[in-house]
Each structure stands twice: as C-alpha cells, then as structure tokens.
C-alpha cells in the first residue's frame, strides 16, 4: 500500500512539494490527449469558480496529474484538511491576493520603481498575510499542513504600518501626510488654485455682456484654467486661445492677468510630480530587500487559495479522500462514483460502485447505445486525473484507486477530412500509441473497440489488444458491441466482462454497472419499438446464429432471475428500513416520556422549593412576633416580680438569719408564695435566694419561699423554662454535604441560634469548589434575621468559614 504519512512539520516553513510540475517524460506518459478526450479542463474551470481570487483559479487551471504515490497523497491530505478547516469554520475565506506577481519580478532590478496601484498590491499582501496568520496558526497542531503554509508568510508590521501611512487604498494615490513636502506642496497647490480661479471667476463678472457668454464658469483646457468669451471679444480681452466651442462661437482663453497665477501652479504641480517619484522610489527600496520573501508569501496565498477552491469543491459536491492503494495488491473500488461534468448539470444522476479485484486488468462493458458505457469510462478516467492533480474526486467514502503512471484514451469520433483521417483510423492511430507506451501501471480507456469497421475483422483486433494490454498488468475499460468479445474472460483471467442495467420492458436504460455478466445490445427490441416493419425483424431473427439466439436467451433468463432478486432485496430492504424508522420511532417516544419525566420532576421540585421558602418565611414572621411578644411579657414579669420583691422586703421587720438561708440549697425546688409559682433555687446571693422560674432569674427573701425538695431528673428541671431546651452552638458545620441539605441545616443551626439569643453563627463550609460558600451566602442575603456576613479572619478559618452576625 501506497505510503500516505508523510507530512511536514510546522516549523519547517518551505512550501509543499505539490506544485505539480510535469516533466517531458511525463507530458508523454500522460498523453494531453487523453486529457482532452476526457474534457479535464472544463472539470478544472469547475472547481477555479470556487477560489477567491484570479491567481488562485489560474493556480487550479494549471493543475496536472503526477504519477508519484507520495507528491499525489501529500496533495490530497492538505485539499482533506482545508475540508476539515471549512467544516470547522464555513464562514472563512482567504483574503484578497493583489495581482503583483510581474512587479515582483521586475522589484529584482535595481532602480526600478512601483506604481501606487502596485504599492497598494504589496500593502494588500502584507494585510492577507496577517490575516492567514492570525487564523490559522492558533490552530495549527490540529491543522499541521495549513499551519506550515501560514507559518512562513511574511510578517513585517513596520513595512506594512510604512505603506498604510504612505498610500490610500481607495484613490490609490499618496497621502499628504506620506513626506512633509508632499503635504506643503498639496496644501500651496489648493491655495494656489482657489486664488486662481477666484481671479478667473472676478474676470468673468467684470466682461462686457457684449462678449460675455451667459452662465459662463471657469473651466480647463489643455490642462490650463480659462474663461469663454465671444469670438468677437477676443481682441478686447487679450491672453492665449487655448480652445473653441463647437460652434466656433465660443472661444476658451486664459487672461493676461492669470497666465502668471497659473505658471505657477504649474510648476507647484511640478514640484509635486517630482516629490511622488522620490517617495516612490523610496517606498520601492524599502520594499527591494524583502522581495523574495513577498514572492513566496504571494505564492503561499495562491496556493492557499488553490486549496480553499478545491476543499469547497469537495463539500459542495459530497467528495470524499479515496485511499491510495496498489492495485496489484489490493486492487481497485470506486463507491459512489460520479461523473464531474454530469454533476454540474442539476439532473438526476445514478452513481455507480465498480470493483477490480486483484488480478482483474480488464473491464469490457457491452450493452445498448445510450446505456452509459461512455460515461462510465470518462467517469474512471477523470477520477484518476482529479486525484493525481490533488483534487477530491465526486466518490464516497471507503474508495481506493491507484496512482497511474500513465493515462491513455480512445474516445469519440476523431475523423479529420484535411488530415484524411476516416473514423476508423483515427482510433487505430489513438490504439497504436496506447501499445506503444502503456505499461502496467497505466490507466487505457477504449471507446466502442473493434468498430468502424468489417465486424469480423474489428473483432479479432479488438481481441488481440484486450488479450496484449491484459498480458500488460494495465487496467483497461473497454466498450463494445461486439458479442465475440464475451469469450475473452474464458480465455484470460484478467478479463471480466460487465454490463449496464437496462429496462426490458421499457427499453430505457438504468445506468447501473453490473459486473461479471456482459450486457445485450437490445437491437432488434429496440427496432421493433420503434416501429420496423415486422417481416424485416423476422428476417433479421432468422439471420441469427443458434448459438447467438441461445445466448441472448440465456442473458434474457439471466436477467430475468437478477431482476427478482433485485426486487427481493429491494423489499428486504424496505423492511428493513420501516423496522429501523420503527425502533427509531420508539427509541424517539421513550426519549420524549424521558424528558417529560424529568421535565416533570423538575417543576415539582421547583414547585416544592417555592412553597418551603415561602413556608419558611411566613414561619419566620411568626416566630419573630412570638419572640418579640415573649420579650414584652418577659419584661412586664421581670418588672411586676421586682415590685412585689420590694415590697416585701418592706414588709418584713428587720433582716433575716442566716439560719433562714441555710434552709436552701443550689437545685432545690421551692413555692413562691407571693406568685404562686414553682421555681428552683440557683444560688444563695448574702441574705436572698436567686431563683430561676420560667427562664427569669429573680432575687427574693426566704421568707417568701418553701422548700419542696429537689428534682431527681434533669427533665423535672427543664420544665421551669417557657419552651424545650434548643441545641444552640455558636457553630454549624456543613462540610460533605450536598447544597439544598446544607441549606436546611444552617436553617435549623439558624433557629436555634437566634431562639438562644447569639449574636454570632459561625458556619464552616470549607473551601473545595465554592458552592457551599456561595449557598451560604445566598441565603444569608435572604433572611432578615442575619445582619451582615462576611467570610473569615485567617485566625477563624479563612474563605472555608462564613461569619454570621445575627439581629
């Protein structure tokens, strides 16, 4: 198999050997008149539609076909590439390409100076080169052969900033600010014109109407500014005639007054003249030492465009990269196969799969005028010379053709009546140079072989060259009508014969190849549709050999039974295909419920988290009334507790003992007889009892208390609090868990928090990805019990904890 590797790195910045340069001993390997039978220019003209620019189609119109395996693969993978490129990209193009390729020829000679128009070229260069650069090299790793194209353009941005200072693109012409003297020689030229003409113009209203000539303006003859005046008043006003009216009536002068005026501007127009050829020529040296360096960056566009060209061809006409095998090997498959010049023409067009195993040199195709036998073998021909010119040839993938090193072809009728040429010999001399030069790895196309001529004769030549080019190792695809020929694939292994589908019944062909059976010729069934006289076609079937007759049966029966067989494979396939749209259809139906699944799924999640934080908040609402209702009623208890304690105390005559207090310990419950209330004792404070009931601690003498005891459970001792004991920490930790679970943690550490009265939460999320953070904080934005937040100090555990400060 033919090597197909070789690429060239990225940093090597020379162009690719695929210029296709053809030597003399190709040019005759090649036969240009086998490209010409096979109308391979009109196939170039194609594809050089597709290119940007007139250098880029020229570059596809000089394209040719080499006979080396690796120039030919090196070819296509970069056309394979650039398709890659525009599939990646649809929207991009090459940029313009100035056609400069003689100036830079000519800027190789010392002295030589550019036009502006030819400046304007060079800076258009330079811009599309940047372009390419900032496209593709980005992309280079990926597109390594575009990449190494790209990578050796010019880049000079001083040269190109230099041009775009100097020249405007639309007037093609120096701007003022190009020197300093260009701009005050421009800016004296306006004001030495204005003057000019304002001095012409005061003339003009001063004449006499005698000799003035009505709605006269100032004008230009001759490249000097006039007025037109009477013929008649031409003494009067003196100066120099430099023109007349066509009626002669008028003359054209240039006043004494303004002769001078205009000396001048005419040397300033001088001045100016001499100072754009100085810049121009300074401009063209600037530009002198990069030449080369242009002429390969202009050549790398061309060439790139030339690709851009052939890689839209291959998209538009659904071509694909064939395989470069060798024949000898691996043989020869074409899938999907189309004719170049047919594809342009909108019609319908039956592709054909053709087959050459290894072994197989020949293929002789019979079957009825107008069946596609010529098409066909004009379509292998031009695939060949598509691909061995680097261009994707109209074929699917999974095709595999050789490199030729020669292509050969015998088509058409090539009479000549100045050149006494008849029909017949004009294919004998075409067959003489096919034996003369074919070699085994040749391409040799023959139309209609063996014709134009006795049949009998015709037919034992046309055996002796299939017989000598199969003998060869050439691949051969022959068309005849000759039935004798069908015996050759008995004869030579290499041989094979094929015919084209044709409808029997409808006498219309099907153009489909079919190989390993030679096709009928329909004579006789065709004559009769058309209306032959029935006793002449009897006298023709009657002329027909038995062997013949028993031949065409055989084929008819042949086909008969393909035909069937055709149609059983037709309706399997049909079948097949309403079974697979089937399964599609329920693979489709349970995608859909799938995706209702989950469409459902997530609109009753959202729904369920839309009522749980409206839940939330109305809970919230609540439970800050109820805490703000408590704390009233907890300072009226406070207050009303500490006005009976005192008066008490100034009930009571003298101070208690300390006997009276020693009856009380820490954890004792005891009676409130003045609130009628149960309490515990917490501490023995000097001469008073600090009492804890309902959460309040109160100070009172002894003497308003009774000892009951003191609880035997921790349970006994919760019930003197107005609600149940809350799990209040002064932090919460949410690491390892999932964000909505998170949430509903920091609400509960929240609750408690705030219920405990904390005025800090400090909520240790950790670092990882930041969604835990981010959930944090979310929610604290979101509920009003939270002050502020902020992430904490380094001592507190840094962006891995949120610090909440609470209402």
Known sequence: MVNTTNESPVTDHRLPTTDYRITDHWLTKLNQHALDALEFDRVLEIVAAYATSEPGAEAVRALRPVPEAVTVAAALDAVDEMVGWLIRDESWAPPFIPGIGKPLERLAVEGSVWSEAELIGALRLLKGAREVRRALLPQSSEFTRLGALAAGLLKDEKLEKRLQESIDEDTETLKDSASPELKRLRRSIRSARSDLVRLLESIVAALPSRIAVPDASVTIRNGRYCIPVRREGRAELGGIVHDESASRATLFVEPPSAIEPMNHLRELHLSEAREVERILRELTDELRPRAAELADTLDRLVKLDSLFARGRYALKRGCARPQLVNRENDGYRVVHGRHPLLLESGEPLVPFDLLMNPGEYTLLVTGPNAGGKTVLIKAVGLIAAMAQSGILPPVGPGSAVAVFSGIFADIGDEQSIEASLSTFTAHLRNIQMILEQAEPDSLCLIDEIGGATDPAEGAALARAVLLELADRSCMTLATSHLGELNALS???????????????????????????????????????????????????????????????????????????????????????????????????????????????????????????????????????????????????????????????????????????????????LVWITSLEREGRVVELRGSDVVVEMGGVKLQLAPGVLKRRGQPKRATERAAFYGGPELDARPEVDLRGMVAEEARLELIRALDAAVQAGLSELRVIHGKGTGVLRETVAEYARSDRRVKSHRLGASWEGGSGVTVLQLD
Not at 561 to 567: G, Q, R, Y
Not at 626 to 644: F, V
């Open 490 to 668: 008995a004869e030579h292994r290499g041989i094979v014969n094929a015919g084209l589908a044709f409808d029997a019944e409808r006498l219309q062909p099907l153009y489909r190849l079919i190989k390993g059976r030679p096709g009928r010729s329909y004579a006789l069934a065709i004559a009769q549709r058309v209306g032959f006289p029935q006793d002449v076609l009897e006298t023709a079937r009657a002329a027909l050999s038995e062997e013949e007759v028993d031949t065409a049966r055989l084929l008819a029966e042949l086909e008969r039974k393909e035909a069937e067989l055709d149609e059983r494979i037709a309706a399997l396939e049909r079948k097949e295909r309403e079974l697979s749209q089937r399964t599609e259809s329920l693979e489709r139906g349970q995608e859909e419920l799938a995706e209702q699944r989950r469409e459902l799924e997530i609109e009753a999640h959202r729904k369920a988290r839309e009522y749980l934080l409206e839940a939330r908040k109305k809970l919230d609402e609540a439970m800050k009334a109820d805490r703000e209702a408590a704390r009233e009623a907890r300072r009226e208890l406070e207050a009303r507790l500490r006005d009976h304690a005192q008066a008490l105390r100034e009930a009571e005559s003298g101070q208690p003992g300390a006997e009276e207090t020693a009856a009380f310990e820490a954890d004792d």
